[in-house]
């Protein structure tokens, strides 16, 4: 049985389509990332997938039950992290919990196992008794994995839960989520962060403009660009003269301009540099700096649409 399958959804508001032709197979005990930019359609999809929106065409099924006919009996299945914090401040880290838990039919004993329980696997058990309002963002955000835990389900999405947090907190979800796949859980993980995605997947679809562009594992996205690396070079002054020279330059197959610096995949970065520098001489422009890298899902999107991934 697939944990989740994804069958050529579609999303439109008016005449904007969030959401094109989208499939995908989540195996069980696996965590499989959605990486795009923002806009990309990785929210949507996850509301779609959760039930807060209705597709316009489609199937989708949780653990084999589908959203059409068994919803109930899917959403029994499911656990979701969404990017806004949905925590009452007034309230305690344990009183939070203990609320989100009687909403999952949690009561007496039980409520109050996972509630400890989860706690200490979002690692707040010292502060549990404070009111979350006196939290850090990333604090917060903990507790709000902690209330899609309590029910203990066997998927768990997570929509971008890393956004605008501390280094700190960031590292402790992360290691979590590597705790809880470790656990068995299976996770439907959304970001923009390429490390993010790189570390934690075992296996990732590229989304850009509402349309899954490619997946696999990461060694299979990087084998699209071959054995590329990526070069980013600072220029003095405007470099939009040198995008179009260096698309000329033997050994570069993709050149792209962004925030004041230039991107490129060449074939072999060793023999192109001394030919980006002559160029570069020949408009009086200095190359300030130079970064290379080894082929890496930032390459894979820069080569399959032309842009960065940050963009």
């Known amino acids: 049985m697939k944990a989740i399958e994804v069958k050529n959804l579609h999303k439109s508001y008016g005449s904007?389509?969030?959401?094109?032709g989208v499939s995908f197979i989540v195996e069980q005990g696996e965590i499989f990332s959605l990486l795009g930019p923002n806009g990309a359609g990785k929210t949507t999809t996850i509301s779609m997938l959760s039930t807060l929106l209705q597709p316009d065409l489609?199937?989708?099924?949780?653990?084999?039950?589908?959203?059409?006919?068994?919803?109930?009996?899917?959403?029994?299945?499911?656990?979701?992290?969404?990017?806004?914090?949905?925590?009452?401040?007034d309230?305690?880290?344990q009183e939070n919990l203990s609320f989100w838990g009687k909403m999952y039919g949690?009561?007496?004993?039980?409520?109050?196992?996972?509630?400890?329980?989860?706690?200490?696997?979002?690692?707040?058990?010292?502060?549990?008794?404070?009111?979350?309002?006196?939290?850090?963002?990333?604090?917060?955000?903990?507790?709000?994995?902690?209330v899609a835990l309590l029910h203990k389900p066997?998927?768990?999405?997570?929509?971008?839960?890393?956004?605008?947090?501390?280094?700190?907190?960031?590292?402790?979800i992360l290691d979590s989520i590597k705790q809880l796949n470790r656990d068995g859980m299976t996770v439907l993980y959304t970001t923009h962060y390429m490390e993010e995605a790189e570390e934690l997947s075992n296996r990732i679809a590229i989304m850009d403009s509402g349309k899954v562009i490619a997946s696999?594992?990461?060694?299979?996205?990087?084998?699209?660009?071959?054995?590329?690396?990526?070069?980013?070079?600072?220029?003095?002054?405007?470099?939009?003269?040198?995008?179009?020279?260096?698309?000329?330059?033997?050994?570069?197959?993709?050149?792209?301009?962004?925030?004041g610096s230039i991107n490129l995949l060449v074939e072999n970065s060793n023999q192109v540099l001394p030919r980006l520098f002559e160029s570069?001489?020949?408009?009086?422009?200095?190359?300030?700096?130079?970064?290379?890298?080894?082929?890496?899902?930032?390459?894979?999107?820069?080569?399959?649409?032309?842009k960065a991934l940050r963009d």
């Open 91 to 93: 309230l305690s880290a």
């Open 106 to 146: 949690l009561r007496g004993a039980q409520l109050k196992k996972r509630t400890a329980e989860v706690l200490e696997t979002i690692g707040l058990t010292d502060r549990r008794n404070d009111r979350v309002g006196k939290f850090s963002g990333g604090m917060k955000r903990r507790v709000n994995i902690g």
């Open 154 to 172: 066997k998927v768990l999405y997570m929509d971008e839960p890393t956004v605008g947090i501390d280094p700190q907190s960031r590292r402790h």
């Open 280 to 306: 570069a001489g020949t408009y009086g422009m200095r190359i300030n700096a130079i970064d290379v890298q080894e082929p890496n899902l930032e390459a894979v999107f820069l080569h399959l649409t032309g």
């Open 58 to 89: 489609g199937e989708l099924s949780i653990m084999g039950h589908s959203l059409k006919t068994d919803a109930m009996q899917a959403k029994a299945e499911l656990g979701v992290v969404p990017q806004e914090i949905a925590l009452y401040e």
């Open 216 to 259: 696999g594992t990461q060694a299979e996205l990087v084998k699209i660009v071959g054995q590329c690396d990526r070069i980013t070079v600072e220029v003095s002054g405007s470099g939009s003269r040198l995008v179009e020279s260096w698309q000329q330059v033997p050994g570069v197959k993709q050149v792209d301009a962004e925030n």
């Open 16 to 20: 904007t389509k969030a959401v094109q």
